[in-house]
């Protein structure tokens, strides 16, 4: 069978629905499913052919990490080590919208493509009730990195999944929108604390519970975290950013007091800008491939993290 003539499965976020979804998922199959920040395409991270299906569904790089999702902190001894200020961080965002990059165990159960055979590995804890559950029933680790088509628009319902990955995947677990709406945020330890990719926990937050300023990644460097791709979260169209003017022809996607069709947030909450932005994105896509233009936006809290996704949804495509 072709990876696109499956027939994706839509279930419902019920006691069958998650049953299901975790069945398929220890058989090796590929499952999208709901987390807080965006919808997950869900593996069996010890499946060397699960997590080779990503991968091609995707058409995502293979030097191009995964993140791995588990039920609660407990659960990562057996995949990675958590200790120092990593513990400290894991103790107070999760579960929530952090992803720790952390040293690899020994010997652990973790298929070497996951980490694109880097020695650190992404982990995170998801703060949905839904993905919850799944990864409590299905009892293994499960590598997710967005369930979209890479370099693409990331997922915020069950019908964009289906948009991009339908016939390519097994199922879709379907929990309605995500809360947050952006992925979440990357911190390494190299060894001190470094911000690899912002996201859906401010930055601000980790370092007043680090109680120190934590440096970004610097540009250019090698890939070794999922996000970091210069091209990414792309619409069809091209786009202009810090547009104060909608130019003829162009779309305008606007934030705060600004007159626009579509308004990430038309009283400037950086939070409900973050949840509507990839649904906008999505519309746009689907409403035709005239060039769009975005609103600046401030670079603090949520905001830090919905620039970093527009300026790579607008970077020059490969």
């Given amino acids: 069978m072709s990876a696109d003539s499956l027939n994706t499965e839509i279930l419902a976020a019920d006691a069958a629905g998650v049953a299901r979804a975790a069945e398929l998922l220890r058989a090796g199959a590929l499952v999208s499913f709901p987390t807080e920040t965006v919808y997950g395409l869900g593996a069996d991270a ?32 057996e995949i990675a080590v958590l200790e ?63 369930a979209n088509p890479s370099g693409r628009i990331s997922p915020s319902t069950a019908q964009h999944v289906l948009d991009g990955l339908s016939g390519r995947i097994a199922a879709v677990l379907d929990g309605g929108p995500c809360d947050v709406g952006l992925e979440s945020t990357i911190v390494g330890l190299e060894p001190e604390p470094v911000l690899l ?74 939070v409900e800008a973050a949840a509507n932005l990839f649904r906008f994105l999505h519309q746009l896509d689907a409403d035709g491939d005239a060039p769009i233009a975005v609103s600046p936006i401030p670079d603090h809290g949520m905001g830090r993290a919905i620039n970093d996704r527009l300026r790579r949804a607008a970077a020059p495509r490969g």
Avoid: C
């Fill in 46 to 77: 010890t499946n060397d052919h699960a997590i080779a299906q990503i991968f091609e569904a995707k058409g995502r790089p293979h030097f191009n990490p995964l993140i791995v999702h588990v039920p609660s902190s407990d659960a990562i001894a």
């Fill in 84 to 146: 120092g200020a990593a513990l400290d961080l894991a103790q107070a965002f999760w579960p929530g919208p952090l992803t720790l990059v952390l040293p690899l165990k020994p010997n652990g159960p973790l298929s070497a493509l996951v980490s694109a055979g880097l020695p650190t590995v992404a982990v995170r804890v998801p703060a949905h009730a839904l993905a919850h559950r799944l990864l409590e029933a299905a009892g293994v680790p499960i590598a997710a990195p967005s």
């Fill in 197 to 270: 990719r912002p996201g859906g926990l401010p930055v601000e937050a980790i370092e007043a519970a680090l109680g120190r300023t934590i440096e970004g990644r610097q540009t250019g460097a090698a890939v070794n975290a999922p996000g970091q791709l210069e091209s990414h979260y792309a619409p069809n169209a091209l786009m202009r950013l810090n547009a104060d003017v909608e130019l003829p022809g162009e779309r305008l996607l606007g934030f705060g007091h600004v007159d626009a069709a579509l308004n990430l947030s038309p009283s400037g909450d950086l």
